[in-house]
């Protein structure tokens, strides 16, 4: 029990505070405060900030993994690709459970189809929002965009 709190302290640490962060403010304005019954569109706010914190927590998660021999130009591409594309699946799947708790329970999460296009949108952006954050530094020039791409079509990390 003791490697498995170690690990959940690890995990806090190293950016997992911002998901549960926006899901506990989620659960006290839906269920304490009533927001959403009084402005339902506050969802969309949420929506962003869940896309803007599993991001900041997985730009974090990637920050610890070992270094693999590449520039740091490359290592950066990598991330903002990773993060982003795994955010993006985040927020599908999210809303994949928001789905399957409306048919199984009989919840109203998914309110509409334009609804849930929305928190999509909304996930999506803050995944951009942070990733432009996290490599804003990069400033890649077209030729060195080039020499990455190639780089990868060959399965090289160049």
């Known amino acids: ?5 170690s690990l959940l302290g690890s995990v806090l640490r ?3 505070w911002a998901p549960l962060s926006v899901f506990v403010a989620h659960l006290v304005l839906h269920r304490v405060v009533g927001l959403y019954a009084v ?3 506050a969802d969309v706010p949420m929506h962003l900030a869940g896309g803007m914190a599993i991001a900041y927590f997985l730009s974090a998660w990637f920050r ?4 693999f021999t ?7 591409l990598v991330e ?3 993060v982003f594309a795994l955010t993006v699946t985040v927020a599908v799947f999210w809303e994949f ?3 399957l708790l409306d048919q199984t329970v009989g919840s109203n999460l998914q309110v509409s189809l334009a609804n849930t296009m929305k928190d999509l949108a909304m996930g999506v952006s ?3 929002v942070v990733t432009a954050w996290r490599v804003r530094g990069l400033r890649p020039h077209a030729a060195a965009l080039r020499a990455s791409a190639a780089a990868w079509v060959r399965g090289e990390m160049a």
């Open 1 to 5: 029990m003791g490697a498995a709190w």
């Open 14 to 16: 190293n950016g997992g």
């Open 39 to 41: 402005w339902p569109s």
């Open 64 to 67: 610890t993994l070992p270094a």
């Open 70 to 76: 590449a520039t740091h130009r490359s290592q950066l």
């Open 80 to 82: 903002g690709v990773s």
């Open 97 to 99: 459970a928001e789905f």
């Open 126 to 128: 803050g995944a951009a």
